[in-house]
């Protein structure tokens, strides 16, 4: 059963630059949030895909953007990169449908590194 | 303005011993409650949740209480094993329109020594 995969696994940037982070959910999801998570925090919300739209967003700026893929893949770009940018970035796949979508499943992650 | 709170950074418990780790809110929004452990270079690993209708969950040697008037929440582990050693974060749903919304704690490393 293949769980959540993130590529890629490290990825260093410069300022200003712009970033693509991609993420394939668990077998049988059909549903990705994505997560920023800066050293010593606890990972915060950035938003979700559900059915190729962005149906809930936390408190970051449009400089940050998904996409999800009929295949229910989705991507994160990250425009103007800042240095506070620096962070591991988590996806998490659920069941869009179910009553309840909090029992999210977790990938590796990917750390961005801003120069 | 943060939501939840692990106030404690580290644990540090003897092998056998319990281990307890806390999480305190603030909005009586959140109506599950989670916990999740994570190693170093994996993502975080659910563990154990608990509905705001009850006030404590089993699971083996895991045990979630919760004190809704004092919004506080709690894992209990034991008897504590070395592989237990991880971050834990505390995770709160609001459910409703939340869509997938988790709120994190800032997390709290166990170190359970042998």
């Known amino acids: 059963d293949a769980g959540v995969t993130q590529s890629p696994t490290h990825l260093i940037k410069t300022r200003g630059q712009q970033v693509t982070l991609r993420c394939s959910p668990k077998?049988?999801?059909?549903?990705v949030s994505w997560y920023q998570q800066a050293l010593g925090q606890g990972p915060q919300f950035i938003f979700q895909y559900y059915e190729e739209e962005e149906r809930q967003r936390g408190n970051f700026p449009d400089r940050f953007s998904g996409h999800q893929f009929p295949n229910y893949s989705s991507e994160l770009n990250v425009n103007a990169l800042l240095l506070g940018d620096s962070a591991l970035y988590l996806c998490a796949s659920s069941l869009g449908g179910a009553d309840r979508d909090d029992e999210q499943y977790f990938g590796p992650g990917t750390r961005l590194t801003v120069t | 303005d943060q939501q939840v709170k692990q106030n404690s950074p580290s644990l540090s418990v003897q092998e056998g011993r319990i281990s307890i780790l806390n999480c305190d809110y603030t909005n009586s929004m959140f109506d599950y409650f989670l916990w999740y452990k994570k190693y170093p270079a994996e993502g975080p690993t659910f563990l154990i949740s608990i509905s705001s209708i009850k006030d404590k969950n089993e699971d083996g040697r895991f045990t979630v209480f919760l004190n809704k008037s004092a919004k506080h929440l709690s894992l209990h582990i034991v008897p504590s094993q070395p592989g237990d050693s991880a971050v834990y974060f505390c995770a709160l749903y609001a459910g409703g329109t939340s869509y997938g919304k988790l709120t994190f704690g800032q997390g709290t490393i166990l170190t359970v020594h042998p």
């Open positions: 077998s049988g999801h059909d549903t």
